[in-house]
């Protein structure tokens, strides 16, 4: 079993703070306030929620979100085919609601759910400049420092005390 390195394992898989997150809602909440769009997610590429604003849908946000993380493997490998490297936005359109997907550096999807309240154009004009900043955001984290092990930073008898305030209570 080969081992990955703990400077690609950290550049692959970020940590968010609550700190972190607070920044990313706020670029979120600003792109809904300007855009008029009812919803908008932010997702890992390997399908997981990082953070959510707006009126989100009444469907599970796990499987939206690996949903979306699927549709857009699905498509890099479309463009790849059609001789590019990759496709950067994503539209869906529906009756009553559409949806647009927008690629955040190489670690993130931007989905933002909008209804007839809106329009494209708009959701799409106001998406570039938020996409610019999510990506500023994220390169901040990625750049910052880290724990690499869990348990760094706690006492170095914690597993033992841990054990025994468990063994006093049970």
Not at 21 to 32: H, I
Not at 67 to 85: I, N, S
Not at 96 to 118: C, E, H, N, P, Y
């Amino acid at each position: 079993m080969g081992q990955i390195s703990d400077a690609k394992l950290r550049q692959e898989r970020l940590v968010f703070y609550a700190k972190d997150v607070t920044r990313l809602d706020s670029e979120l909440d600003g792109f809904l306030e300007l855009s008029g769009a009812r919803c908008a997610l932010l997702i890992d590429k390997e399908g997981h929620l990082v953070t959510r604003r707006g009126d989100v849908p009444a469907s599970s946000l796990e499987a939206v979100s690996a949903l979306v993380a699927g549709t857009f493997a699905a498509t890099r490998e479309l463009a790849r085919l059609m001789g590019e490297e990759q496709f950067t936005t994503l539209f869906h359109q529906g009756n009553r609601d559409s949806i647009q997907v927008s690629l955040v550096g190489d670690r993130a999807l931007f989905a933002m759910v909008f209804d007839q309240r809106t329009n494209l154009g708009l959701v799409r004009y106001y998406a570039v400049e938020t996409t610019r900043k999510l990506q500023r955001i994220l390169d901040a984290i990625a750049a910052s420092p880290q724990p690499l092990n869990p348990t760094e930073g706690l006492a170095s008898n914690f597993g033992e005390s841990a054990a025994a305030a468990l063994d006093k209570l049970f």
